[in-house]
């Protein structure tokens, strides 16, 4: 299941990280306007749910908090006890600025061992109140 990672000032220890054998993937979102709305939907093998509302009806402290102390992102890590296909999908609400907003995604497969692999793409938010795919990760 898809968990939220430590806050990002906390230091990681790679020593304390599972075996090899676990395929722990991470994931880091990070936006370009803090006005940004919109919602993360993380949908595993079993077809479960997780959403993550960034917006400010659902979590206006933690927009307050963003502005404030001036990040910007988020990180989740879905750990290798259920494997297979899971989607990550967004629907982008919009910002109270006229410029878009841009979204870069940085996947890290196999987390912190010497197999990890990190693929990075930005996106262009644009399309208002549609649910978008943004990709796919497989965790076998």
Known sequence: ????????????????????????????????????EFTLEFINPQKQVYKIEHTLSDNSSLILDEKLK????????????????WLVNLTYYGNKKYAPTYLKTTVFNNWGRSNEIKKTTVYKMTLKDQKTQLFKINTY
Do not use: C, H, Q
């Open 1 to 36: 299941m898809a968990r939220e990672a430590e806050a990002l000032t906390s230091k990681i220890s790679k020593t304390n990280l599972p075996d090899e054998k676990t395929l722990d993937t991470r994931i880091v979102f990070e936006w370009s306007s803090s006005e940004a």
């Open 70 to 85: 001036g990040y910007t992102s988020r990180e989740f890590v879905i750990d290798g006890d259920i494997g297979g296909e």
